[in-house]
């Protein structure tokens, strides 16, 4: 008879990263899923390298517009920059899209916009108060509704980002 035994084997531990993800690249994917202010020595620790190794990494992202640094605070901190996601994700869509299908996208989340700006009667889905009902049935249909409706205003954004860099030339603004 074995015995169960939950603690993973060591080797299997410390190969959480592909076998030739370099130091930049571990750097890389660690800073994208840092969304508050994490100091270096803690992002060094989740990429599996040293302190100074991270620092000069973190430092380069921060001057591709990948990460923002609070290099006031001690240890220096750093969190990834939604904005440039944001834009790459944008930058996708304009690849993939044409200018008519884009707008044609952002005409039907607008219609989804006032669908769900008539059901809650406002323009502001964080103008919803969605506790103020007994049934956890409807508490739950409200909370996915609203969510849904954030995510919408969230698609209109990004299209629209889409659309600007595809009428430019892949450039927000127009040269």
């Known amino acids: 008879m074995t015995e169960f035994n939950p603690a993973p084997e060591s080797d299997a531990a410390q190969r959480r990263w592909q076998e030739g993800t370099d130091t930049f690249g571990r750097v890389y994917d660690v800073s994208l899923g ?3 202010p994490t100091a270096y020595t803690e992002i060094a620790e989740l990429a599996d390298c040293s302190p100074n190794a991270a620092k000069k990494h973190l430092e380069r992202l921060t001057e591709m517009g990948i990460v923002r640094a609070d290099r006031d605070s001690r240890p220096a901190q750093y969190e990834r920059n939604d904005g440039y996601l944001e834009w790459q994700e944008a930058s996708q869509i304009a690849d993939e ?5 884009i707008i044609d996208r952002v005409a039907a989340l ?3 916009l006032t669908e769900y700006e008539e059901q809650f009667g406002t323009t502001d889905p964080t103008a919803v108060s969605i ?6 049935e409807m508490v739950h249909e409200q909370m996915t509704a609203v969510s849904e409706w954030q995510g919408i205003i969230r698609e209109i954004r990004l299209y ?3 659309r600007q860099l595809s009428q430019n030339d892949g450039h927000l603004i127009p040269a």
């Open 110 to 112: 607008e219609k989804q």
């Open 34 to 36: 840092v969304t508050s």
């Open 131 to 136: 506790v103020e009902h007994d049934d956890h």
């Open 160 to 162: 629209e980002l889409a």
């Open 97 to 101: 899209l044409s200018i008519d299908e």
